[in-house]
């Protein structure tokens, strides 16, 4: 998948600002902050229905985002139900919440590019097998190897914490 356009903006704004470009949105999700100053709240749905929230340091390439998992963890057993799921991150100027799915992806090629962006950002990543490796992760992440997943949203809203202010929705085609 490549960075790709809306398909439909919708000016959520009361206040008469216009609706935020997409560009705003999207150049700071492609700066690609990793690291302990940004974490990505994603949201998942267990079996039963119920919520659960974690962070997770996501990572951005070719138009969607990337994070890890053990498969253990409540957060990949519920995507392995149900892979409808939701980021929000806080970025410069912007509070974003996207919505998509995620699924699991085990290609060497994408593995080693994301393990690249994590080594930038500070986490030693390495792939091992299917998934990836570190000396160290988040405390909460559990034991590796931390599968890799891949986010693709399909609803973005953006509402603006510096000027210029607005509120927008994003539409994305699949």
Known sequence: MTDREPTAT???????HEALP???AHAELAKGATGPDTTHFLGTIGPGGRPHVAGVGAAWLDGDLYFTSNLAARKARNLAVNPACTIAVKVA??????TGTAVRVSDVATLERIAAIYRNGGW??????DALTAPFSAPSAGPPPWHLFRFTFDTVVGVATAEPWGATRWRFDR
Do not use: E, F, K, Q
Not at 10 to 16: A, E, F, I, S
Not at 93 to 98: E, N, R, T
Not at 124 to 129: D, F, S, T, Y
């Open 93 to 98: 100027g912007l509070d974003l919440s996207l």
């Open 124 to 129: 030693p990543a390495a792939v091992a097998g």
């Open 10 to 16: 919708t000016n959520l704004d009361r206040y008469g």
């Open 22 to 24: 997409w560009g705003r």
